[in-house]
């Protein structure tokens, strides 16, 4: 087979998952990431529809569902965190359906635990520069190495270095959707259980939920706000702005919350936004997960898009026998629709939360309501657009 040597830029979801197929049809990957060892965070992350039937093929689903978060259910709070409503965990989520909900850091360190024995992985590195040749791509390294490979994929994120190397400058592919998210570990300080909190204020929402059995919780902040100016790599400004955009909340829970970000050592903080591009690949050079298609946090289907599409980039080139050209080509025409249909699911990312105190007091009284309305009724549109959209594939039987 031709082109068996791939350096995949990312160890989070979409270069794990790649590489873990890419072995199995006997592909030799190589998988550079950032950090110094495998990423913490993330909230829980959905696997939804088709992206299940993938998780099934890769032998990971047992995995996952033994992570699974097991959540019971939630309790939309006031300032003083007095219940406004609470609901079961199967009221928004879609697991009677057989969809699954994980840590996004349960589901990298199981793809990581599958592939550390037969993935040659680089930590703590990134790539600097890439030229294509004829025979291949030749990469230098920023700590200094320089080695040729068959093949590069970018599988690294929202502001991916490879699409930056090979396609050109974020801001032609990025589509801000005017709001924020930012994501860290806490104590459990309210005692949850396997049970999330709700909290809105105008243009903000906050959610805390307990992990590691019980014995943390991860908190999750959204605030709508137009583009702003920051360093996306500069986490000590991230947690600056999050201080200055929350300092006026009134919820009993937000002075802890705020103090915890300081000192969390997962603290992650992002645009919502989408990357829409009109090509994936450019010669040996292909894309990724987020890096070519993020569908934003707002879509919950970051995670399904990253694994189905490792799973479709695999199973071409390992049928198109290393012939990377036909193989790239059928992985975008396979993959087009099902993106393009899931990155709708974002919707009006300002409607999530509600912007005035009147908007508030109305989703306030809504909100109370919920318990009473039959699911059907409450949910039943946004759930079907949903399930439409994460079924939206025909997955082929790449099986060699
Ligand atoms: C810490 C973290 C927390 C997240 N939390 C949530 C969440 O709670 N909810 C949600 O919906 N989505 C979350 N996401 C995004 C979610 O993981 C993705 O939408 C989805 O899983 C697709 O994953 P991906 O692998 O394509 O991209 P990502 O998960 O973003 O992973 C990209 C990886 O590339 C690495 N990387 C970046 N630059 C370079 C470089 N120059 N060289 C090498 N490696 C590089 C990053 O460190 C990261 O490990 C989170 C992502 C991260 C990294």
């Keep these: 087979m031709k082109n068996q040597?791939?350096?995949?830029?990312?160890?989070?979801?979409?270069?794990?998952?790649?590489?873990?197929?890419?072995?199995?049809?006997?592909?030799?990957?190589?998988?550079?990431?950032?950090?110094?060892?495998?990423?913490?965070?993330?909230?829980?992350?959905?696997?939804?529809?088709?992206?299940?039937?993938?998780?099934?093929?890769?032998?990971?689903?047992?995995?996952?569902?033994?992570?699974?978060?097991?959540?019971?259910?939630g309790t939309f709070v006031a300032n003083n965190n007095k219940p406004i409503a609470t609901m079961p965990a199967d009221f928004f989520n879609s697991r009677a359906q057989g969809d699954d909900e994980i840590m996004r850091e349960d589901l990298s360190r199981i793809l990581y635990e599958r592939t550390r024995q037969t993935v040659e992985y680089i930590f703590g590195?990134?790539?600097?520069?890439?030229?294509?040749?004829?025979?291949?791509?030749?990469?230098t390294f920023e700590r200094g190495e320089s080695r040729t490979f068959d093949l590069v994929v970018g599988a690294d994120g929202l502001h991916s270095n490879v699409r930056g190397l090979a396609f050109g400058a974020e801001a032609d592919f990025i589509r801000h959707l005017d709001a924020y998210v930012s994501i860290f570990t806490?104590?459990?300080?309210?005692?949850?259980?396997h049970w999330e909190l709700y909290h809105?204020?105008?243009g903000k929402f906050v959610s805390l939920y307990s992990s590691r059995d019980s014995s943390k919780a991860m908190s999750f902040f959204f605030f709508s706000s137009p583009q702003l100016d920051y360093d996306y790599r500069d986490s000590a400004q991230q947690k600056?702005?999050?201080?200055?955009?929350?300092?006026?909340?009134?919820?009993?829970?937000?002075?802890?919350?705020?103090?915890?970000?300081?000192?969390?050592?997962?603290?992650?903080?992002?645009?919502?936004?989408?990357?829409?591009?009109?090509?994936w690949s450019a010669g040996r050079i292909t894309l990724l997960g987020d890096a070519a298609y993020c569908p934003s946090p707002a879509s919950g289907q970051g995670t399904s898009l990253a694994l189905v599409g490792a799973y479709v980039l695999a199973g071409e080139l390992a049928k198109a026998a290393g012939d990377y050209a036909s193989a790239f080509a059928r992985y975008e025409q396979v993959m087009r629709g099902y993106v393009s249909v899931n990155q709708k699911l974002a919707g009006a990312v300002k409607d999530f939360v509600p912007q005035t105190r009147v908007q508030l007091w109305l989703r306030t009284q809504a909100i109370r309501l919920l318990p009473y309305l039959p699911k059907s009724l409450a949910v039943n549109k946004m759930m079907q657009d949903t399930q439409r959209a994460t079924n939206a594939i025909t997955l082929e039987d790449y099986a060699s």
Excluded: C
Excluded at 12 to 20: Q, T
Excluded at 125 to 139: H, L, N, T
């Design 125 to 139: 590195d990134s790539i600097a520069s890439i030229e294509q040749g004829e025979e291949g791509v030749a990469v």
């Design 5 to 73: 040597n791939i350096l995949i830029s990312g160890g989070s979801i979409a270069g794990p998952a790649l590489a873990h197929l890419l072995s199995r049809y006997g592909f030799r990957p190589t998988v550079v990431e950032r950090t110094p060892r495998l990423r913490e965070g993330g909230y829980k992350v959905d696997i939804r529809g088709v992206a299940v039937e993938v998780a099934r093929r890769m032998e990971i689903l047992p995995d996952i569902r033994r992570a699974s978060t097991n959540m019971r259910g």
């Design 240 to 279: 600056q702005l999050l201080a200055t955009h929350f300092a006026t909340d009134k919820w009993q829970a937000m002075p802890h919350l705020l103090k915890a970000a300081w000192d969390a050592p997962d603290f992650y903080f992002d645009s919502v936004s989408q990357i829409q591009m009109e090509r």
């Design 200 to 202: 809105y204020a105008p």
């Design 186 to 193: 806490t104590s459990n300080f309210l005692h949850l259980e």
